[in-house]
């Protein structure tokens, strides 16, 4: 018997690491789409919540309800629950990564993505903190 496991994952982008009942873990590091150029896809899940924890970097999370957007400045250590159905996405410096806590195999079969609305867009612009702008 394992007493104890370790996961760590240096590369770009997510990768799901640790798998139990229902339930699985990752790790999400910077990639190209976290820059505000590439910020037009949003996304959702119908069927799960989806948490994140920054650890590492400069973050920034926006919601929406297909109406109004929420923007919040993560700050490491704290968790940020995404309930399903809630658009999401994420805007980051190069040295953010996140700890994903989500159903298992969230990512395979209930991820939704649209772009985002003219609207959400200017509700964007208008709240970038000066690290995002660039």
Excluded: C
């Excluded at 690491?17 to 190209?32: H, I, K, M, R, T």
């Excluded at 919040?72 to 629950?81: A, D, K, L, T």
């Amino acid at each position: 018997m394992v007493l104890l496991e370790k996961h760590s994952w240096e590369e770009v982008g997510y990768k799901p690491l640790v798998f139990s009942d229902g339930w699985q873990a990752a790790l999400l590091n910077w990639e190209p789409i976290f820059e505000l150029a590439n910020a037009g896809e949003i996304e959702r899940h119908n069927q799960t919540d989806e948490v994140f924890v920054l650890w590492r970097g400069r973050a920034l999370m926006f919601v929406s309800d297909g109406e109004r957007l929420q923007v919040e400045e993560m700050q490491p250590g704290v968790i940020y629950n995404v309930p399903r159905t809630v658009w999401h996405n994420l805007l980051a410096d190069r040295e953010a990564s996140w700890i994903i806590v989500e159903n298992r195999d969230t990512h395979l079969g209930d991820t939704e993505l649209r772009r985002m609305t003219a609207a959400e867009w200017d509700q964007l612009q208008v709240v970038l903190p000066e690290w995002v702008k660039g």
